[in-house]
């Protein structure tokens, strides 16, 4: 196989740093209008799950989840820079959005989701603004590679390559362990093979010292803006699954005026 | 094809940074952007340095690729040759691959999100490019483009040992050749640590670049190549100008010049960021403000040159056409120097022109003239002149980092001879780090040093008799002198610092060597007895034989350059007075009291507010002129304070020649571009205000163009002649080296062997002297030199502010008064008798030594992708090495509190400056170094100018060369 070349020098399509921050002032802007806008409403459309705050949160929440799918999509090289454009757009529109919705009730248990919603915002931006500055500043930073070569560690790591060329032959014969790493197919097919396979990639990585000497906050932002994108979603799918079927719960006495598919309670 | 690497010779590496240049260049690589960077490592535990060129590995098993979450993967690796690349679109930024590749090796995209990385150059390569950028450049000639295994074999067939790269069982492909000199234990990068002040600038990426970086490869793709050079230093590089569209794009080494062969620093690079600078001067400018509030208004060249005739013409009317005074420099090139400001200054009347060279070299220009009768060496850097030499001997010359093209051959052949190389420094420069041996001198101990080098050869009786009976005269009473005033090793070790043993080892491998080179450079020159110091050195060269012979040399560089203009006989304005004084330094008494005599008027085209020594002073002299008229490229301090500011051109943009190279080599730049705005070239400028004074009819119109004004009006000189613009552009790599009389006379590479008559010099006079022999004393020289208070015989001296009492200089007569007229200038400047005082008399140095000045000042030269403020308008050097910083010992800064990176205040008696901390091993415990080329009104990193801790009162008497090597100093935490 002939690697492709460098794309060097492509002028980036991506989004930068101005519009980012452009993005967010706007899209915060925004979020504030509709809180005091929706909160001068009266009656019924004032209230989080009336007619026009519960389609602002339904709308959010499939945008917020578009974000989410946009990322995957980004994962898998599609559609390229625009995953991430549209990552940033639909996770704006759809936090201006849920805001709106639940701006009333930001003591109330699903208000976590907004912290949730914020760590991810802010984590996110951290990357793009500083994170990036320091992967660039990395350059030159690690050494490990240049100190003395330590036999023990040399048997450790020869070891660990036997057993991933051992696992490798069973979860896919055809690929070569120096270029392999788990992929989604991996996982549905031989979870267990794969999670065993990630194991000792794991820890070839932390003898090499990936992490190693680098901030903490660069080595881990990306594992805690997933967790937290995971619990994000999952908080909404339990938010979305309480009030549309669980709504005498959600009520907690109340009246149920929201549109909702059963009342059961808990 | 087998696997392709690099293969990077640590021992050939001098961290100049060329290659991060080169790779930017290339890449269309922004500030943060790195393929590759070049870290510079310091001992902890000894004075070493070294230098880890860094690129991606392109390992058997990249953890990069493995960390990539991207499916499919945004990296690949080509099963064929091993190359390891990004494929950008498909990136997502995450920065996994980062953290994952334990040579730090993957760079990243800032701006754009996503990760950069080496491909060993796959597209200029595909393009038809024999090899990667970074291996084009390079000066050291440390970096190797190919099959790995061929590679290896072959370095290690010529003894050499790859260090152990792969402690992780990666398995990478890029080959380290390690040390030679290293004791016994291979290099290991943590035994040694960065400097906090390398590699620590940002530049923001969307305000500093300017074009072409970041641009799609396509619209980078010349579809011109002009060769040039670089004007920038002495190295004098060859360069190629491409152009796209008729706009610049790029600047490389230019590989048809058979002796540099494409390689070149990164300075030379850089230049592309200073033709398309977004900083530069574009519009002449009015001062509408008080001087120093930097406000003007645009105005016309017509309106800017009327007035500023109209004003000079004033002051010539009340004060006499010595009133203005002229200087000019490093920016503003050769043909300006000696050519257009030279006719101006002689139709005008002025004996007060000067350039750098009383800061830089005039000490040894003047040492030279009076031993070999012209100044420079007549040696080449060629493989059968100074490529044959057992030994090299730099004494006061970092020469990797100021011109590290021409070291890069010095040390190539080093190795490939195994000739040896011994450094006398006070710091563990780049050169030194490359040494077999390196003495760590006392700032000021170098005449002292060549003094007792002398007094041992002559005890052992290991000079070259020969030689000295038939080509040097007055060496006996030279001899006789040393062993009367008792200049053994003995007396001098401990203002030296250096054993006795040590100096006598030194001597003797000088005697001994078959061919031993010994650099000086502004290590011996910027002291007071700068004349003195290179005298006595080169009396060591000229009684070992290492004179007049391929292989063995004195070599401070650099040659001068016989070109310049002359008004006709009839034309040229008769001299009222002589000048003030030979530096410009000794004009500030004149400009603020008009004793001797009145100076009212200064035309600057170079920045005196940062380069004069003694700021303090510098600043109320020029606050006190009438008219401050400055030209220069960029705005700094001194257009801050100007009058009128007149926006200049430079190298392709007016077309001149390349600094005074070293060897003799004449690069001619042709004009290439207009300069932006309605900047306009020094020579028209010239011309233009020459008009206004009925000059026209020697500055002529038609001299605009520079390249006929070199041929009519610059070369009328014997050594010249030859060097005409057809003959420079008959070479695809456009210079000639002098002396050549006629187009057709054939290029010396060795001047002054031993039966040759020296150029344009009677039959048998091998050396341009009256007498044709080398000259230690005549009766003549004598005298000149007792109408100083000082003797022809060199005797000791050095500097007044240091640690150790030694015999040190007063000077008689202060700037405001006539003094005596310089024997030495024929009588054309005032200067100043002097007077040795004995080191048993009171010393001016004890006292400030009481006030806590307890460490001694050295001022030189930043790293090499910097040269004075040029480099300072180009983000890449500023991301290279950003800050004004002080390097100190670490029981220095133990003592002081201070850690690596902090911010210091270094304080003399003549004023204090800010800078960074770097603190190292590789410097004597009680000095200080700080570099000079920042100013306070530069646009990425402003710090005071090192200036503000000079003093200009400690001169040479002869060459006017201030002290810029040994002041004490007290050091504090900012």
Request: hydrophobic share 40%; proline share 6%.
């Given at each position: 196989?002939?690697?492709?070349p ?5 002028a ?13 002032a ?27 705050l ?50 009333s009730?930001?003591?109330?248990p ?15 931006v ?8 320091m ?6 930073e690690?050494?490990a590679?240049f100190?003395?070569?330590?036999p ?28 392999f ?55 909404l ?21 929201w ?8 | ?9 640590l021992?050939?590496c ?31 535990n ?6 880890l ?33 990004i ?11 980062v ?5 730090g ?7 754009g ?11 200029r ?7 990667t950028?970074?291996?084009s ?17 072959g ?6 040992t790859a ?20 004791d ?9 640590s ?14 500093a ?11 980078r793709?010349?579809d011109?190549?002009?060769p ?18 008729d ?6 080494g230019?590989?048809?010049d ?15 960021q200073?033709?398309n ?22 105005i ?12 000079l ?14 200087f000019?420099?490093t ?12 006719l101006?200054r002689?139709?005008?009347g002025?004996p ?32 059968g ?8 001997v ?6 990797a980092?100021t011109r ?5 051959m ?5 190795l ?24 760590p ?9 060549s ?18 009976e ?10 006789d002198?040393?062993?009367a ?6 007396w ?27 650099f000086?450079?502004?290590g ?11 005298r006595?050195i080169?009396?060591?060269a ?19 350059v ?11 304005a008769p001299?009222?007075k ?6 410009p330094?000794g ?10 005599y ?6 600057a ?21 009438d008219?401050?008229?400055?030209i ?28 005074a ?10 004009r ?6 309605v ?59 002098f002396p050549?009389?006629?187009e ?15 150029p ?14 080398l ?9 000149k ?15 007044g ?29 005032y200067?100043?008798?002097?007077r ?15 006030q ?58 003549h ?20 570099p000079i ?7 990425f ?7 503000d801790l ?7 008497p ?13 050091v504090s935490?900012?």
């Amino acid at each position: 196989m002939t690697a492709k070349p460098s794309q060097q020098g492509v002028a980036s399509t991506d989004l930068s740093n101005r519009s980012l921050i452009s993005i967010l002032a706007g899209a915060f802007s925004v979020s504030i209008f509709a809180i005091i806008i929706t909160a001068s409403l009266s009656g019924i459309w004032g209230l989080p799950g009336g007619p026009l705050l519960q389609a602002a949160a339904a709308i959010g929440s499939v945008c917020l989840v578009g974000s989410f799918v946009a990322v995957l999509a980004k994962r898998r090289g599609r559609p390229g820079k625009a995953g991430f454009r549209s990552h940033i757009w639909l996770a704006s529109i759809g936090t201006g959005l849920v805001l709106a919705h639940g701006a009333s009730g930001l003591l109330k248990p699903p208000a976590t989701l907004f912290v949730l919603l914020l760590l991810l915002i802010g984590l996110g931006v951290w990357s793009r603004l500083q994170g990036a500055r320091m992967m660039a500043r990395t350059f030159g930073e690690k050494r490990a590679g240049f100190e003395k070569p330590n036999p023990a560690v040399r048997a450790r790591l020869a070891a660990l390559i036997e057993q991933k060329q051992a696992l490798l032959a069973k979860l896919d014969p055809s690929a070569h362990e120096a270029l392999f790493s788990p992929q989604f197919r991996h996982w549905l097919s031989a979870p267990i093979l794969t999670l065993s396979y990630t194991k000792l990639a794991a820890e070839e990585s932390r003898i090499i010292g990936a992490a190693a000497g680098l901030p903490q906050i660069q080595a881990r932002w990306r594992l805690l803006h997933r967790l937290a994108a995971l619990a994000f979603v999952g908080g909404l799918l339990a938010h979305i699954i309480i009030v549309m079927l669980f709504a005498g719960y959600a009520a907690d006495g109340g009246d149920i005026y929201w549109l909702h598919f059963a009342a059961w309670d808990f | 094809m087998s696997r392709l690497a690099l293969m990077i010779d640590l021992e050939r590496c001098i961290g100049c940074k060329s290659c991060e240049a080169a790779c930017k260049a290339e890449h269309g690589l922004g500030p943060g952007e790195r393929r590759n960077r070049v870290v510079w490592l310091g001992g902890d535990n000894g004075p070493t340095l070294d230098f880890l060129k860094l690129a991606c590995q392109h390992c058997e098993r990249p953890a990069c690729l493995r960390a990539c979450p991207v499916e499919p993967k945004a990296i690949r690796k080509d099963a064929e040759t091993g190359i390891v690349s990004i494929i950008e679109e498909s990136c997502v930024g995450c920065g996994e691959c980062v953290a994952a590749c334990p040579y730090g090796a993957m760079g990243y995209d800032a701006g754009g999100h996503h990760a950069v990385k080496c491909d060993l150059c796959h597209d200029r390569r595909a393009e038809g490019a024999a090899t990667t950028a970074c291996a084009s450049v390079c000066p050291g000639k440390a970096i190797t483009f190919g099959e790995r295994d061929p590679m290896l074999a072959g370095a290690e067939a010529d003894g050499r040992t790859a260090i152990d790269n792969d402690p992780y069982l990666l398995a990478p492909a890029t080959i380290y050749l390690d040390r030679i000199i290293r004791d016994a234990s291979a290099f290991d990068v943590f035994e040694q640590s960065t400097p906090a002040v390398s590699d620590d600038g940002e530049p923001d990426p969307e305000t500093a670049t300017a074009f072409p970086f970041g641009l799609p490869r396509e619209e980078r793709l010349a579809d011109r190549i002009e060769p040039g050079g670089c004007n920038i230093c002495f190295n004098a590089c060859t360069t190629n100008f491409h152009f796209k569209d008729d706009r610049l794009v790029k600047v490389t080494g230019n590989e048809s010049d058979p002796m540099l062969e494409g390689r070149v620093c990164p300075k030379s690079q850089f230049s592309l960021q200073l033709y398309n600078s977004k900083d530069r001067l574009t519009q002449p400018l009015k001062r509408v403000g008080e001087r120093g509030e930097n406000k003007f208004e645009p105005i016309s060249w017509e309106q800017a040159l009327d007035e500023i005739a109209e004003k000079l013409g004033a002051i010539r009317d009340d004060f006499g056409p010595e009133a203005l005074a002229i200087f000019s420099g490093t920016r503003t090139g050769t043909l300006t120097n000696k050519g257009y400001i030279r006719l101006f200054r002689q139709l005008w009347g002025t004996p007060n022109f000067e350039t750098t060279e009383p800061y830089c070299s005039f000490g040894k220009n003047i040492a030279y003239n009076m031993v070999q009768g012209a100044g420079g060496s007549g040696n080449s850097y060629t493989e059968g002149d100074m490529g044959s030499a057992e030994l090299y001997v730099y004494m006061g010359d970092n020469q990797a980092e100021t011109r590290p093209v021409h070291f890069g051959m010095i040390n190539d052949w080093r190795l490939i001879n195994r000739a040896r190389l011994i450094a006398i420094d006070p710091r563990m420069t780049v050169t030194a780090s490359k040494a077999d041996w390196h003495l760590p001198i006392r700032p000021g101990g170098d005449m002292a040093l060549s003094l007792a080098i002398a007094h041992h050869i002559f005890s052992e009786n290991l000079h070259d008799a020969k030689f000295c009976e038939e080509w040097v005269l007055g060496w006996e009473e030279w001899r006789d002198f040393i062993f009367a005033s008792g200049y053994s090793p003995e007396w001098a070790a401990p203002i030296t610092d250096l054993p006795a043993e040590d100096i006598k080892r030194l001597a003797e491998e000088i005697a001994r060597a078959d061919g031993c080179v010994i650099f000086g450079s502004r290590g011996l020159n910027q002291h007071v007895n700068s004349v003195q110091s290179n005298r006595a050195i080169m009396f060591v060269a000229a009684i070992t034989g290492n004179w007049g012979r391929r292989g063995g040399a004195y070599f401070n560089m650099s040659a001068s350059v016989p070109a310049e203009a002359n008004a006709p006989e009839g034309r040229i304005a008769p001299l009222n007075k002589p000048r003030v004084r030979t530096s410009p330094t000794g004009w500030v008494d004149a400009m603020r009291t008009s004793q001797p005599y009145a100076l009212k008027a200064l035309i600057a085209c170079n920045n005196p507010m940062s380069l004069w020594p003694d700021q303090t002073e510098t600043r109320d002299g020029l606050n006190a002129l009438d008219l401050l008229v400055h030209i220069d490229i960029f705005p700094n301090e001194t257009s801050a304070y100007a009058d009128y500011v007149l926006p200049a051109a430079t190298g392709i943009e007016k077309g001149e020649v390349g600094r005074a190279c070293e060897d003799r080599r004449v690069v001619w730049i042709d004009r290439m571009i207009e300069p932006p705005g309605v900047a306009k070239p020094d020579g028209w400028i010239w011309i233009e205000l020459g008009k206004r004074f009925g000059f026209d009819d020697v500055l002529k119109e038609e001299w605009k163009d520079s390249a006929k004004f070199w041929d009519e009006a610059m070369i009328d000189h014997v050594q010249m002649r030859g060097v005409t613009q057809k003959r420079l552009h008959s070479r695809p790599y456009r210079w000639v080296r002098f002396p050549v009389a006629t187009e057709e006379a054939e290029e010396i590479n060795t001047l002054y062997l031993e039966g040759t008559t020296a150029p344009g010099k009677p039959e048998g006079h091998r050396f341009p002297s009256p007498s044709g022999k080398l000259e230690f004393f005549t009766e003549e020289m004598d005298a000149k030199f007792r109408s100083y208070g000082l003797s022809a015989l060199p005797e000791f001296y050095s500097e007044g502010e240091s640690l150790f009492d030694m015999a040190h200089l007063e000077m008689l007569d202060p700037d405001w008064t006539e003094g005596i007229k310089s024997p030495f200038l024929n009588g054309a400047a005032y200067a100043s008798r002097a007077r040795i005082v004995d080191a048993s008399e009171a010393q001016p140095a004890a006292n400030l030594r009481a006030q806590g000045y307890d460490m001694e000042l050295v001022t030189g030269r930043a790293p090499a992708p910097h040269f004075h403020s040029w480099t300072h308008y180009s983000w890449q050097a500023q991301e290279m090495w950003p800050d004004l910083y002080a390097q100190m010992h670490p029981a220095t800064a133990k003592r002081l509190g201070i850690d690596d990176g902090d911010r210091v205040t270094v304080e003399t008696s003549h004023g204090k400056a800010d800078a960074r901390a770097w603190i190292t091993n590789g410097i004597r415990e009680r000095a200080i170094f700080m570099p000079i080329g920042w100013g306070e009104r530069q646009p990425f990193n402003p710090w005071r100018p090192v200036n503000d801790l000079t003093d200009k009162h400690q001169r040479c008497p002869i060459s006017e060369q201030t002290n810029l090597k040994s002041l004490l100093c007290r050091v504090s935490a900012a």
